[in-house]
């Protein structure tokens, strides 16, 4: 076995893989860029190497700093974790030639699989049912379009080198064609810097179920049974579980015996994962699931399997790496149990699932979950930034229960009793979908959350009573912390005046201004100033509260609802900001497309641009009517808070 691996990766993968080298008696070595000098992967490992600026492609991009940084600490193996690095043949064939192990499968199977279309032509060949489409050479529009037409719509383009659901535009009609394939094979060139695409048909309402497999270096290979992984946004994942529900045993063999030829077909050495497109209108039968791509390393929502097997996937691969067998033999892996893993991200499902950055005030994890096993998979802790440059997800839930319901229970729960203050993040959508009637009852299908959007992402108004204890928190009375992290407890007076106080807060763009009264005995009146407004008499110390400050804000945890309110008003800040009537970047990022100019007339909810940020893009739509007084140009790089759009002062 290795005595010292480098964890080419950031965040709770790195963390994840390095909890298991050091059970295994490993020792790691880290690398960060400058933005993660003080990052949690860092802290945890035996040694850690700057690799440089923020940028992923001047840091965990940069394949020679990296394999310098392995050279001179003396490690003999390099995981690449997943996404970075992880499926680049390019840098594993310069890890090898530094007489380095890469901790993964060999670069003729990762250029097999790597892009889409050769990966269905070879399987196609393998005889492993592929999605029927077009994944040939030519790529002028006439001929995509032609060949749209004959697969029928409505159909899906898809970067061929894609991942993480980028680059792929659903289209329904022969109009959309030209728009929609433009927009895909730009964001193809910005994520993958390969404007190729593939045409496939679209299967509609169907389920996404992908095999975990593993091979060795002496031609073994196994499956660790599947995941689904159906509830998806945008062709993300959101939720993933296994096994599959109502998985048959013929549907099972079927699937699972294609994702073994599939990894035979290249003589796949370590983890990987071979995805498959299920048509479940009629049920999940073995003739209606077609192979849509192989992902060559280990995937994010790997802990659902090692939950249901209770086998350790990272201990696997090193292992296999190392040059050992696997492990076990097929019939010595049982499935036991049902497991669920949430993905937490920072992103805001309000605004369209915009991403978000932010400091992380306040973070609090459950310790437990409603009698389920419950793992918390972190690449943060509370002080920590999230930083724009690299993927915004914060954590990962799971949860492990003896059905699927007791799973989704426990998720519900640990959703609950997560906190988190300081940047705007998923979890009530994420309880919200754990609790979704047709998902719960497992009617799963990829378009569920779509359908549900509005339900499931509709903005949440905190109870009178918790706003009226917001106020009293804000106002300063002696408030006792919960525990003793400086951000929970106030600096303010602690003697409260009798006399009446008032208190303003702002939800959104409500402005609640509250009269509190100290009672005696910690006891205080709070009382809404408005029609009808409601006087809640509360206690300070109630347990009851969970409620945290934050510079300019104040949060309340509601079951797993966290309203956040401000201290200022936020539109007169946009104003000042905005020097008038702004629309503000929302995020770092770079202007790709504008479609309106100076002088224009514009109706609320209509396209002005489309800012590429985190490589995805996002559609700035005009948040009221108005006439636009000046726009950010094509290809401008934004900040956080820059003005995109002003518009002329209204004479209203
Ligand atoms: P897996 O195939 O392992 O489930 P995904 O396909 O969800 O992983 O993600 C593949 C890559 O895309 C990962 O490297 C991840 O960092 C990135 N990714 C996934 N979701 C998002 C997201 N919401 N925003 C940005 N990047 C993402
Ligand atoms: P990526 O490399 O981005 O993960 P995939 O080919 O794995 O791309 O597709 C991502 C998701 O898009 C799938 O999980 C599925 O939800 C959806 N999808 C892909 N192909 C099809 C298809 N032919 N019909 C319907 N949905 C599809
Ligand atoms: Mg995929």
């Not at 010292?4 to 790691?28: P, Q």
């Not at 380095?100 to 699989?113: D, E, Q, Y």
């Not at 959104?508 to 205080?524: D, V």
Request: glycine share 10%; proline share 5%; with cysteine.
């Amino acid at each position: 076995m290795f005595k010292k691996i480098l964890v080419a990766n950031r965040g709770e993968i790195a963390v994840r893989i390095m909890r298991t080298a050091a059970r295994m008696g490993i020792s790691t070595v880290a690398v960060y860029s400058d933005a993660d000098r003080d990052a949690l992967h860092g802290a945890g490992a035996d040694e850690a190497v700057h690799i440089g600026p923020p940028s992923a492609a001047e840091s965990y991009l940069n394949g020679e700093r990296i394999i310098a940084a392995a050279k001179a600490t003396g490690a003999e193996a390099i995981h690449p974790g997943y996404g970075f690095l992880a499926e680049n043949p390019d840098f594993v064939e310069a890890v090898e030639k530094a007489g380095l192990v890469f901790i993964g499968p060999t670069v003729p199977a990762i250029r097999a699989m790597g892009l889409k279309d050769a990966a269905k032509q070879l399987m196609e060949r393998a005889g492993v049912p592929v999605v029927p489409g077009y994944h040939d050479e030519a790529q002028e529009l006439v001929v995509l379009a032609t060949k749209a037409r004959e697969i029928g719509y409505p159909v899906l383009v898809k970067a061929r080198a894609g991942g993480g659901g980028k680059g792929m535009r659903r289209i329904d009609h022969p109009d959309e064609f030209a728009e929609a394939l433009a927009a895909a094979k730009r964001e193809a060139r910005a994520s993958f810097g390969d404007s190729r695409v593939i045409v496939e048909k679209l299967i509609k309402n169907p389920r996404h179920i992908e095999v975990q497999i593993f091979g060795d270096r002496y031609g073994n290979v196994i499956h660790l049974f599947e995941r689904d992984c159906s509830a998806q946004r945008r062709h993300q994942k959101v939720i993933e579980e296994a096994p599959a529900p109502g998985m048959t045993a013929a549907m099972r063999a079927a699937m699972t015996n294609a994702a073994i030829r599939a990894a035979q077909a290249i003589g796949y050495v370590g983890a990987g994962t071979v995805e498959f497109i299920v048509d479940a209108s009629k049920g999940l039968r073995p003739d209606r699931f077609w192979f849509m791509e192989m992902n060559t390393r280990l995937q994010v929502e790997h802990p659902v399997t090692e939950m249901v097997t209770g086998l350790d996937l990272v201990e696997w691969q090193l292992r296999i790496a190392a040059g050992e067998a696997l492990p076990l033999e097929q019939d010595a892996i049982a499935l036991s149990g049902h497991a669920v893993e949430a993905r937490i991200y920072a992103e805001d499902p309000a605004r369209d699932f915009l991403p978000a950055t932010g400091k992380l005030y306040h973070l609090r994890f459950p310790q437990e979950a409603a009698g389920t096993a419950l793992r918390i998979d972190s690449g943060v802790r509370q002080g920590d930034e999230i930083q724009p440059y690299y993927d915004p997800l914060i954590a990962k839930i799971i949860t492990h229960g003896e059905s699927r319901d007791a799973a989704l229970e426990g998720l519900g729960k640990a959703l609950a009793k997560t906190e988190i203050a300081g940047a705007t993040v998923n979890t009530t959508f994420l309880s919200r979908l754990a609790q979704d009637p047709d998902f719960v009852s497992a009617k799963l299908d990829t378009d569920l959350i779509a359908r549900r959007q509005a339900v499931l992402t509709a903005k949440s108004e905190p109870s009178t009573r918790a706003s009226a204890a917001a106020a009293l928190a804000a106002s300063g009375a002696r408030w006792k912390p919960r525990a003793s992290d400086p951000f929970d407890s106030f600096s303010g007076y602690t003697h409260f005046h009798p006399l009446t106080q008032k208190q303003t807060l702002h939800y959104g763009e409500k402005a609640l201004t509250y009269a509190i009264t100290g009672q005696g005995g910690g006891q205080f009146s709070v009382h809404l100033e408005a029609p009808e407004g409601e006087t809640f008499v509360l206690s300070v110390d109630d347990p009851e509260w969970r409620i945290v400050a934050w510079p300019g804000h104040l949060t309340v945890f509601e079951g797993a609802e966290a309203h956040t309110f401000q201290l200022h008003d936020p539109l007169a800040l946009t104003e000042n900001v905005g020097g008038g009537n702004g629309l503000l970047a929302p995020m770092p990022g770079l202007v790709k497309v504008v479609r309106a100019s100076a002088g224009d007339g514009v109706r609320k909810g209509q396209p002005l641009l489309v800012l590429e940020a985190m490589k995805m893009e996002h559609t700035i739509t005009a948040p009221h009517d108005g006439v636009i007084a000046e726009i950010a140009a094509e290809g401008a790089q934004v900040n956080d808070g820059t003005m995109l759009v002003r518009f002329v002062a209204s004479e209203t």
